[in-house]
């Protein structure tokens, strides 16, 4: 009889073989597996063959003890540790631990997000534009940043101008609730910053950087939650995002894994703020980089088109075509590749 995967099989005697299937429990008395392909004949009795008496095979000599069995204890022996507390679950050791019988692990809960977006401009997604108002995008592009980065993220309703009406929302959100609180708009120079103003008598601390975009920045604590404000422009948001909030979530709870950075040839020519960290954003493929769109903040068809940001160093005013400039991967690469006249060699070296 065969010996299949799930029984326990009979004592296999001294001079005799059995057939044996892929993850089957090794009979006792056996020493090896031979492949069939190397046995003659090279295929295994039907049980009408088997049923006609005693049936033999003719096996190769030489074969090693042990030839392809998988001794218990292989991979994870009786007492190594599987997995160390602190461990990321991914795929591969969420399937060791079911590989171990383990059917459930304590684990510490998501990084936890408050999004809200600020302005009497700004309106839900879905909903019918009075005159002077926009869609919302900045909550839907950074909730999908922050879950892509592993966090949990909750919605706050939009926030109006009304400084007393942040405060109040502010104030009402429910101890333990979240890690950090995030906001959009209201942190920069205008009349109506009202961020700036619902916490003007907090610790949070209102400062610019030397980046475009993504300038004007808040940072500090409401009630011991830290609180970070971000631009109101979309893309100085999610620059602001993966300059800062994505890598100190990876110190924090070592996820998201880090983007993959790299030297690009330039495609073509461009001018920086020689005081600033200027940060385009461009399509990568084939070792250079096309810039996509300009550097204005608020061009969202031109981020959603490209797959990296380009970082242009404080102190460097301008770049020619074929210069190597560095950029940070955000999408996947196409695969089809630049039009040859599109991307120069590289001969230039920048100025600034």
């Given amino acids: ?38 046995a003659e004949p090279a295929q295994f009795y039907s049980a009408a063959d088997r049923e006609g008496g005693e049936v033999s095979v003719v096996l190769p000599r030489g074969i090693p003890d042990g030839q392809f069995v998988r001794r218990a204890g292989s991979d994870l022996g009786e007492g190594d540790v599987a997995l160390r507390a602190g461990s990321l679950l991914g795929a591969a050791q969420l399937g060791l631990l079911a590989a171990c019988g383990v059917g459930s ?4 809960p998501r990084f936890r997000v408050l999004l809200l977006s600020t302005g009497d401009e700004v309106a839900e997604p879905g909903t019918t534009l009075a005159p002077g108002t926009i869609y919302d995008a900045n909550t839907t592009l950074l909730e999908a940043a922050l879950r892509e980065a592993g966090a949990d993220v909750a919605r706050h309703r939009l926030v109006g101008d009304d400084p007393a009406v942040l405060r109040d929302a502010l104030a009402a959100i429910p101890a333990g609730s979240t890690n950090l609180v995030l906001s959009t708009g209201g942190i920069s120079q205008g009349a109506y910053e009202v961020v700036k103003q619902a916490l003007a008598d907090s610790s949070v601390e209102f400062s610019s950087v030397a980046m475009q975009p993504g300038g004007p920045q808040a940072h500090g604590t409401i009630s011991g939650v830290p609180f970070l404000g971000f631009p109101g422009n979309p893309v100085s948001a999610i620059v602001s995002f993966e300059m800062f909030l994505r890598p100190a979530l990876r110190r924090l709870t070592g996820v998201p894994a880090p983007r993959l950075r790299l030297q690009a040839v330039l495609a073509e020519d461009l001018v920086s703020p020689e005081a600033k960290h200027q940060v385009r954003r461009g399509l990568y493929r084939d070792g250079a980089v096309v810039l996509v769109g300009g550097p204005g903040s608020h061009l969202l068809h031109a981020l959603a088109a490209s797959n990296c940001l380009v970082h242009v160093p404080e102190g460097v005013a301008s770049l020619r075509a074929g210069d190597r400039v560095e950029v940070t991967l955000l999408g996947p690469v196409p695969d089809e590749p630049f039009a040859t006249e599109d991307v120069p060699a590289p001969d230039h070296a920048g100025t600034g």
């Fill in 105 to 108: 692990v304590s684990v510490r």
């Fill in 1 to 38: 009889r065969g010996l299949a995967a799930g029984s326990v099989p009979p004592v296999l005697e001294a001079g005799t073989a059995a057939p044996i299937m892929t993850g089957a429990m090794l009979p006792a008395g056996a020493a090896a597996v031979v492949p069939i392909e190397r």
